[in-house]
C-alpha cells in the first residue's frame, strides 16, 4: 500500500476537532520557517561559494564537538543526579531535589560572561592569588573561553533539561522494575547501568535533544569564546558579509539537520516504551545513604551546585553591590513588569497548542501524519532565534498589509503596522520558538501515564474531549506544570527575538542585560542578570511546592 | 452533563485567550501605535510633534541621559527599538514606507552605508548639522552624519614595549612581533573595519597579507571583548593588542579596582602617523526615508550634534566628539591630537564583504 493512501486513511479516521486545531497551529506556525526553508530552492549566490569554501567544514566540525561533548556532560551529571535523588536519601537531599534545576535560571551567556570575567586576570580569583597569596599563575589554566570552557559552561547551565527530565521519570516510573530487581538481591551498580538506563533511555534522549537544541541555537557563549559555531557562522554572513540570503540558506541547512536529529530520535525510541506493567503508580521508595556513599553523594552535590548556581550567583551579587545604585531606578520596574506580562501570556497559548498537538498524536498511536504534524509543529525550535524573527516579521508584515483595509475601516487611519508592531508578534514568536519545549513536557507526561486510562474512556463511549478532561488532564498535570516552568524560564531568558520583535521601548530584563554585557559591562549587568535568575528561582519553588503539596 | 466538555468549549476557551492575550499587549501597543494612531488626519500636528521614533544600535547609559536632556528641553518624546544594526536595517527594508522610525543610529560607518546602499535613509538637510559636523564626518550625501568617532589603536604593554618600538599596524604582521599580538574575533566589526580600512588604502593583496601576518603573530586564539585584550597584556599572554581607544578611558574609571591596575600598565599608541593614520570608527545618525517626524527628528540630530550634547557624551562613552566645540575629557586631552585616515566612511562598508571573506580565508577566527 502507498504511503499516501495510508496518510489519507488515517486523516479520514482521526479527523475531528483537536486534529483540525493541531493542523490550523501547524500551519501558521510553519508559516515562518517556511519561509526560511524556501531559500534553499533558490539560486545560491556567489558567497555560497565562498562560505562553502572557507566557513561550512568549520563551523560544522565546532558545531558537532559543542553538541557532543556538551550532550554527554550533560547526560552524565544529570541521570547521575537524577538516579541519586530519585533512588537514595542522603543529607540535604530535599534540598538539591530542586535546587538542582536551579542553573536553568541562568542563561548560558551571561554564565559565560560572569566566569570568564571571574576567571579573568582582573577576576576575584586571580586577583586573590596575585594580592594575597603573592603568585601569578599560569594563564591558561583560567582560559575559559575556549572549546573546552564552552562544554564547561553548556553542562553547567544546560543539565538540568535532562536531570529534570529523567527524574520525574524515575520518580514516577520506575518503581516496579527497580523494586523487583532490588527485591532480587541485585546490587546498585548492576540496577542502574542494566535497567535505569534503559528504562529511562526515552527521558534522557529528551532532555538530551532539548540541551543539544539550545547549544546549536546559542550565539551569546560561542560569540563572546570565540568559537566558530554554525550559528556564529550565519551571523557572520548576515552581518559580515551583509548577506541575509546566504544567511538565511545556511539557517536552513541547520534546520534540515535538526530535523534529521528528530527523526533519528524518533526511531530510536519507537520500539522503546516502557509503561508501568501495573496500574498502580507506586512512587519509587528511597534507600538510606550511611558512612562513605552518604558523604560522597553529598559532596559531589555540593561541588556541581555549587560550580553551576552558587557561584556565579555570589560573583553576581558582589558586582551588583557596585553598580545598583546606577542600574536600579524607575525604568527597572517596568523592565521587571514587562518581562513577566509577556511571559505568562504566551505561555498560556503555547501550552494551550502544547496539549493538543501531543493529545492529537497519542490518539493517533502515532501515524506517520501525526508524526509530521508534531515536528512541523515544533519546527521553530530548531531555528536560531534571529533568522526566525525575519521569518515572522516578513509575515506579519504581509499580514499587516492584507488587513490594512480592515485597519481603516475600523477607523484607526491609513496605519499599516499594527500587528507588527504590537506585542502580539513577539508573543507569536515565542509561542513558535518555544513550543517544542511545551510539547516535550507534555508528551512525556503522556508517555508516564500510558493509553489505558483513555483507551478505557473510550471504551465506554466517552469522547476525546471529555477524555482528555476527565481522565488526562489529571494524569498531566504535574507534566503540564513542568512544561509552564521550563517555557517560562526559556521566555525570560530569550534574547534575539526579543531584540528584534519587540514594539517601541519596550525593554525585557533579557534584552537590558544584554545591552550592558555586549559594552563589556558586565557589572551593570549583574542587576538584571540577578532578577532574570531569581525569577527563574520562584518558578522553580513554586513548581516544587505545588509538587509536593500535589504528592500528599 | 455529556456536552460539558465539547469540543467547541475548549475553541471558545482558546479564542477567549487569544483575545486576553491581544487585551493584555494593547496598553503597550497604545502606547507605542500613538504617533501614529487614530487622530492622524485631524487633530494630528500637535500629537505628532511630540515625538521621536529612533532604532538604534547603541545602547549606552549615556545616549539615554542625552535624549531625556532632549525631551526636557523641547518636550518631544524619544521611543526607541534598540538592536543590532543589520537587523533593524532588515526590517526597515521589510517595513517599507510603513515604517515608524524616524532615525536610525548605529556605531559603526560601514553599517550607515549599508543602511544607505539599501534605500531606508534619506538626506539630512540642516544648516546646523552642517556646522556641527566636519564634512568627512558626514555622508557625501548627507544620509548620515557622525555623532562621535573612536579610533582602533595599538595598546602595548608598559613595562615590556617601549612606544619607539611600535609604528605602524602594518609592523604588527612582522616577525618581531611572533606570538604577541592580541585581538578579538573576526566576528567583531571594529576588526571588519579596520581590514576593509586596508583594503581601500593599501589594496586587497596587501590586506590579505596583513590578516595572514596578524594571525601568524598571535599570542593566542582570538577571544573575549576589547578589555580581555588589555587584561592578557597585563596577564603577560601578550604584548601588544589592537584595541578601541575609549576601553581604556572605560577602564581607567571602572569600579573595578583591578580593571583600574590593568588601564594604568597599558599605554595608548596611535599607529601609522608618518603614514595613512589611525583606524577611526565613526557612531552616526541617518534619518530614515519614510520618517514621519521629520522635523523633529532633525532637531534631534541637531541637537545630539550640538556642544551640549556632544559633550554629554564624551565624557560618559569617552569617544572623541565630531563637535569641536564639545569639552573633551582629561584623558583624551592627554591623548592629544593625532593623524586620523583619510577615507570615505562610505568605503568602509563597500570593502566589509572583502575584509570577512579574507579573515575567513586566513583563518581569523
Known amino acids: ?552 | 452533563m455529556r456536552k460539558k466538555y465539547s469540543f467547541g468549549t475548549l475553541l471558545v476557551t482558546l479564542m477567549a485567550l487569544l483575545v486576553l492575550a491581544g487585551c493584555g499587549s494593547s496598553p503597550a501597543e497604545t502606547k507605542t501605535a500613538n504617533p501614529e494612531s487614530p487622530k492622524k488626519d485631524a487633530a494630528a500636528t500637535t500629537d505628532k510633534e511630540k515625538v521621536v521614533n529612533i532604532f538604534t544600535a547603541r545602547h549606552y547609559d549615556s545616549d539615554s541621559v542625552m535624549f531625556d536632556e532632549f525631551t526636557k528641553q523641547t518636550g518631544i518624546k524619544i521611543n526607541e527599538i534598540k538592536g543590532t544594526a543589520e537587523e533593524l536595517v532588515e526590517r526597515m527594508k521589510r517595513e517599507g514606507e510603513s515604517t515608524e522610525a524616524d532615525l536610525f543610529i548605529t556605531v559603526d560607518g560601514g553599517v550607515l552605508n549599508y543602511a544607505k546602499q539599501n534605500g531606508v535613509l534619506q538626506p539630512i538637510q540642516s544648516e546646523q548639522v552642517d556646522k556641527n559636523v566636519p564634512k568627512q564626518l558626514r555622508d557625501t550625501e548627507n544620509n548620515w552624519v557622525g555623532l562621535a568617532t573612536r579610533a582602533r589603536v595599538i595598546v602595548y604593554a608598559k613595562d615590556r614595549v617601549k612606544p619607539e618600538q611600535l609604528s605602524t599596524y602594518e609592523d604588527l604582521a612582522s616577525d618581531t612581533w611572533k606570538g604577541k599580538v592580541l585581538a578579538r574575533s573576526s566576528s567583531s566589526l571594529y576588526n571588519q573595519s579596520l581590514l576593509a580600512s586596508f583594503v581601500e588604502l593599501n589594496g586587497e593583496k596587501a590586506a590579505e597579507q596583513w590578516a595572514q601576518g596578524i594571525v601568524n603573530n598571535f599570542a593566542r586564539q582570538p577571544e573575549g571583548g576589547d578589555r580581555d585584550q588589555a587584561k592578557a597584556i597585563a596577564a603577560k599572554v601578550g604584548d601588544v593588542a589592537i584595541m578601541n581607544t575609549y576601553y581604556v578611558g572605560k577602564m581607567l574609571h571602572s569600579k573595578d579596582a583591578e580593571e583600574v591596575k590593568v588601564g594604568q600598565n597599558i599605554g595608548v599608541f596611535f599607529p601609522n602617523q608618518d603614514t595613512t593614520g589611525a583606524h577611526l570608527n565613526i557612531s552616526g545618525v541617518g534619518l530614515t526615508k519614510h520618517a514621519k517626524n521629520k522635523d523633529n527628528a532633525i532637531k534631534l540630530i541637531e541637537f545630539l550634534t550640538g556642544k551640549e550634547a556632544q559633550t554629554m557624551l564624551t565624557q560618559g562613552s569617552y569617544e572623541f566628539p565630531v563637535n569641536e566645540a564639545a569639552d573633551k575629557p582629561e584623558l583624551l586631552k592627554q591623548w592629544g591630537t593625532f593623524k586620523t585616515q583619510q577615507l570615505d566612511f562610505a568605503k568602509l562598508g563597500e570593502h566589509n564583504k572583502k575584509a570577512v571573506e579574507i579573515l575567513n580565508k586566513v583563518g581569523w577566527k
Open chain 1, 1 to 552: 500500500m502507498s504511503s499516501v493512501s495510508v496518510i489519507v486513511r488515517n486523516l479520514k479516521r482521526h479527523m475531528n476537532g483537536w486534529v483540525a486545531l493541531s493542523v490550523l497551529g501547524a500551519f501558521v506556525a510553519l508559516l515562518p520557517s517556511l519561509y526560511i526553508f524556501i531559500g534553499l530552492f533558490q539560486q545560491p549566490n556567489d558567497n555560497w561559494q565562498h562560505v562553502k569554501e572557507y566557513v561550512l567544514k568549520d563551523s560544522v566540525i565546532q558545531s558537532l564537538w559543542l553538541v557532543l561533548g556538551t550532550g554527554t556532560f550533560t547526560v552524565v551529571i544529570g541521570v547521575t543526579l537524577a538516579w541519586l535523588v530519585a533512588a537514595y536519601d542522603f543529607p540535604l537531599r530535599r534540598f538539591f531535589n530542586w535546587a538542582f534545576v536551579l542553573p536553568l535560571a541562568i542563561p548560558p551567556y551571561i554564565a559565560a560572561y560572569t566566569y570568564g570575567s571571574m576567571l579573568s586576570y582582573t577576576g576575584s580569583i586571580q586577583t586573590f592569588m596575585r594580592n594575597t597569596l603573592g603568585s601569578t599563575p599560569n594563564q591558561s589554566y583560567f582560559d575559559i573561553m575556549s572549546m573546552k570552557g564552552a562544554i564547561f559552561i553548556f553542562t553547567l547551565f544546560l543539565f538540568p533539561y535532562v536531570y529534570l527530565i529523567t527524574k520525574t521519570f524515575l520518580e514516577q516510573q520506575s518503581s516496579a522494575f527497580i523494586e523487583n530487581a532490588r527485591l532480587l538481591g541485585k546490587n546498585s551498580l548492576h540496577i542502574f547501568f542494566k535497567i535505569v538506563l534503559p528504562l529511562s533511555q526515552v527521558a534522557i534522549i529528551g532532555g538530551a535533544s532539548l540541551v543539544a537544541f539550545e547549544v546549536l541555537n546559542d550565539f551569546g557563549v560561542t560569540k563572546h569564546f570565540g568559537i566558530s559555531s554554525f550559528t556564529t557562522a550565519i551571523f557572520k554572513t548576515w552581518f559580515g558579509m551583509y548577506d541575509v540570503e546566504t544567511a538565511i540558506r545556511l539557517a536552513a541547512w541547520l534546520m534540515s539537520i535538526i530535523i534529521g536529529l528528530f527523526v533519528v530520535e524518533r526511531l530510536l525510541r519507537k520500539r522503546k516504551r516502557y509503561n508501568s506493567p501495573t496500574s498502580k503508580m507506586n512512587p519509587l521508595k528511597r534507600r538510606k545513604l550511611r558512612g562513605f556513599p552518604a558523604y560522597a553523594a553529598l559532596f559531589l552535590s555540593i561541588l556541581i551546585f555549587s560550580l553551576s548556581f552558587l557561584i556565579p550567583v555570589v560573583q553576581l551579587i558582589i558586582w551588583a553591590t557596585w553598580t545598583y545604585q546606577d542600574v536600579l531606578n524607575a525604568k527597572f520596574a517596568e523592565l521587571v513588569a514587562n518581562t513577566l506580562s509577556v511571559s505568562i501570556l504566551s505561555i498560556v497559548v503555547l501550552m494551550l497548542f502544547a496539549v493538543i498537538a501531543a493529545n492529537v498524536s497519542r490518539a493517533s498511536r502515532r501515524s506517520t501524519f501525526t508524526l509530521i504534524l508534531t515536528k512541523l509543529l515544533a519546527m521553530g525550535y530548531s531555528i536560531p532565534g534571529a533568522v526566525l524573527s525575519i521569518g515572522v516579521l516578513a509575515v506579519f508584515i504581509s499580514l499587516d498589509s492584507q488587513l490594512s483595509g480592515l485597519y481603516l475601516w475600523l477607523g484607526w487611519g491609513t496605519n499599516k503596522l499594527v500587528l507588527s508592531m504590537s506585542l502580539i508578534m513577539l508573543m507569536f514568536a515565542y509561542v513558535i520558538r518555544f513550543l517544542a519545549v511545551g510539547f516535550n513536557a507534555v508528551e512525556a507526561g503522556f508517555e508516564k501515564i500510558g493509553t489505558r486510562y483513555s483507551e478505557a474512556s473510550r471504551l465506554l463511549g466517552m469522547g476525546m474531549t471529555r477524555t482528555f478532561f476527565k481522565v488526562d488532564l489529571p494524569l498531566i498535570k504535574g507534566a503540564l506544570l513542568t512544561g509552564c516552568i521550563l517555557v517560562f524560564m526559556e521566555i525570560v531568558k530569550e534574547l534575539p527575538l526579543t531584540l528584534l520583535l519587540r514594539p517601541f521601548n519596550f525593554e525585557t530584563l533579557a534584552t537590558k542585560t544584554y545591552q550592558y554585557a555586549s559594552d563589556e559591562q558586565i557589572h551593570q549587568a549583574a542587576v538584571p542578570s540577578l532578577f532574570i535568575i531569581a525569577v527563574g528561582m520562584l518558578s522553580v519553588f513554586v513548581y516544587h511546592w505545588l509538587g509536593e503539596k500535589h504528592s500528599k
